[in-house]
């Protein structure tokens, strides 16, 4: 059971103070207190744990700064859309919002090769004002010979460039709680030009010590990709590791389910659920389609099967793209074959402005039906 405090009810306040002491008549339940960035305010929940099934709500309900009390479902305790809780878990970052309404591009390298294909790609999103983006430092390969990421050597040097061509938020995969640290202290050495947003890549989605430690962090937000070979429940139980560590702070993403069924993209394109992870959880929800088609391939229409996955997922109220670029995909040392080129820039960030512009056109409609 979830009882949420009216607006600038604070942790600390007598109030909250009232409820824990009401809940305490109440035997075999345990509480907990949470602070929890919504997309429009911050709102103080008391979670009530245990055995509630046959607590009464209307003790809760009457306090004067009780906004709600709600049942949650068993499923997804912290992350879930529990019965008659509209607020989405969004957060301010860098001075971004992250929500299910908000919409960015991270369009970049797959991985950090050098400092002069990551400048040229910073200095294209520049051009188009584009100010997030993606740069990973440690990959993780299906092969150990194959290259492994720059790792923490490149990490003042992505910082510093990320900084001096005004990108605000960076996606970086880490594959091991080493690494958070490594980022931590290169960013304070660099002296903050950045922010990080963790990726718990594919590999990592139940790896739930590193998911642990990610949710007991709260300097950085979390971009949670989906495990491709497990089902939408089992990830959204392990993003639940991410929740109750106390970061609040992720980005649900999908990036195409491992199944021949998918044949001949790379992965079976799963932008179908972006609405689903939407209704069933309160993360906004970002996708992938470089690492869902994971080739170049063009439609009879002209487009790419990348173009017209993105339209996909976007028009259905994505809020976040992760996209390959790469100056000369043919030098790549990780996933060269689905980069887009950087003249390709201009084009993919206007046709996913047309496409989002058409979904918030879709919601316009809804609301106001045509008489
Ligand atoms: C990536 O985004 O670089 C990546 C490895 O993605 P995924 O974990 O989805 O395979
Ligand atoms: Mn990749």
């Known amino acids: 059971m979830i009882i949420v405090m009216k607006p600038d009810v604070l942790p600390s306040s007598e109030e909250v103070r009232e409820v824990l002491h009401m809940a305490e008549r109440f035997p075999d339940v345990s509480t907990e207190v949470r602070n929890i960035q919504g997309a429009t305010r911050v709102l103080t929940e008391i979670y009530l744990l245990g055995s509630t099934g046959t607590i009464p709500a209307e003790p809760f309900e009457e306090f004067p700064a009780v906004e709600r009390v709600i049942r949650i479902r068993e499923r997804y305790r912290a992350i879930g859309r529990h019965e008659g809780q509209a607020e989405a878990l969004g957060f301010e970052f860098q001075g971004l919002s992250f929500g299910q309404d908000s919409f960015h591009l991270f369009p970049g390298l797959c991985a950090v090769d050098n400092r002069e294909n990551l400048e040229s790609m910073f200095s294209a999103l520049r051009e188009v004002g584009v100010t997030t983006a ?8 299906t092969s150990p010979y194959d290259f492994q990421g720059l790792g923490a050597n490149c990490l003042p040097f992505v910082f510093e460039s990320a900084g001096s061509h005004g990108i605000r938020v960076i996606s970086m995969e880490v594959t091991h709680e080493s690494h ?10 660099a002296g903050q030009p950045v922010g990080v947003m963790l990726q718990v890549g594919t590999r990592n989605a139940q790896n739930f010590e590193l998911l642990k430690y990610i949710g007991s962090q709260m300097e950085f937000p979390v971009l949670y990709k989906r495990g491709m070979g497990i089902t939408l429940e089992e990830s959204l139980n392990a993003c639940e590791y991410l929740a109750t560590g106390g970061n609040h702070r992720i980005v649900f993403g999908l990036r195409g389910m491992k199944s021949n069924l998918g044949d001949p993209h790379r992965n079976f394109v799963d932008f179908a659920h972006v609405p689903v992870v939407k209704r069933l959880t309160r993360l906004p929800v970002c996708i992938d389609p470089s690492h869902s088609v994971g080739k170049k391939t063009v439609a009879s229409d ?35 074959p689905q980069a887009l080129l950087i003249e390709e820039l201009e084009h993919f960030v206007e046709d996913a ?12 409609l809804k609301r106001a039906p045509i008489p």
């Open 134 to 141: 993606r740069a990973g430092a440690y990959k993780p390969r």
């Open 180 to 189: 958070v640290d490594e980022i931590h202290t290169a960013l304070t050495d």
């Open 302 to 336: 002209g487009l790419l099967d990348i173009h017209h996955v993105t339209a996909q997922g976007i028009i259905v109220g994505a809020n976040m793209v992760l996209v390959d670029f790469h100056p000369r995909p043919e030098d790549a040392l990780c996933d060269g």
């Open 353 to 364: 402005k047309l496409v989002r512009a058409s979904y918030e056109a879709r919601l316009r």
